[in-house]
């Protein structure tokens, strides 16, 4: 079974730049995940996709992320202008609709914001 | 609102000894409750999860947890250490018919030959 696939890996930017993440998830994994990972702390979630719907962006800063899943497989985060601070990994994970369910991370996305 | 906290940012335990990772967790109603495992550069990866049922769950690599309502605790424990253990653990809550779950900020496990 194919695991979550992320790209890019690395990213560096300046401030005031943009840049977009990608994510596709385990195949028939109906919820998807984005969590923004800060050095020395856990994942913070960002926003939950069921489907192509939008379950909870309530910690997205909406001034400047957006996040989108059009056909409710791959998922693109994108950040409009990029500053310092969100310099961190960026995760998606993805899971079986059952509440039970763990999640299934991806390597994560590094980017460095200078 | 839902929470976890990790007491401790760093174990050090000698291989071969007994570890425990330490995981408090407070939510409303029922928890669904997980650990990962993070490597240096990767995502986290499932180690285990209590969902309902038996209080001690088991789960990979010869970990195990056990899951205490009164005192909403989550320990980690793995009866002897590997090097190999060494990495970064996350617990994590999730409340019943909820969707998100909640990390603590991780515990550094450094297993020394």
């Known amino acids: 079974e194919a695991g979550v696939a992320q790209s890019p890996r690395y990213k560096i930017i300046e401030k005031r730049q943009s840049v977009a993440f990608w994510c596709n998830p385990i195949s028939g994994h109906a919820t998807l995940y984005w969590y923004q990972q800060i050095l020395g702390q856990g994942p913070k979630l960002l926003i939950q996709?069921?489907?192509?719907?939008?379950?909870?962006d309530s910690q997205l800063p909406k001034d400047r992320f957006s996040a989108e899943r059009l056909k409710g497989v791959d998922s693109t985060l994108k950040i409009q202008p990029a500053k310092l601070e969100d310099s961190a990994v960026y995760l998606c994970?993805?899971?079986?609709?059952?509440?039970?369910?763990?999640?299934?991370f991806g390597e994560g996305s590094r980017l460095t914001v200078l | 609102a839902q929470s976890v906290a990790q007491p401790e940012d760093q174990v050090n335990v000698a291989e071969g000894n007994p570890l425990t990772v330490k995981c408090t967790y407070s939510?409303?109603?029922?928890?669904?409750l997980f650990w990962y495992v993070q490597y240096p550069n990767r995502g986290l990866q499932f180690l285990l999860k209590?969902?309902?049922?038996?209080?001690l769950v088991k789960g990979s690599y010869g970990f195990e947890a056990e899951f205490n309502k009164s005192q909403t605790s989550f320990h980690l424990k793995k009866p002897s250490a590997l090097v190999s253990d060494s990495a970064l653990y996350f617990c994590a809550v999730r409340a019943t018919g909820a969707g998100k779950s909640t990390f603590g900020d991780g515990t550094t496990l450094t297993v020394k030959p």
């Open positions: 209590y969902i309902t049922g038996d209080n």
């Open positions: 939510v409303s109603g029922n928890p669904y």
């Open positions: 994970a993805s899971r079986i609709p059952s509440g039970t369910g763990e999640l299934f």
């Open positions: 996709f069921q489907n192509n719907g939008v379950v909870d």
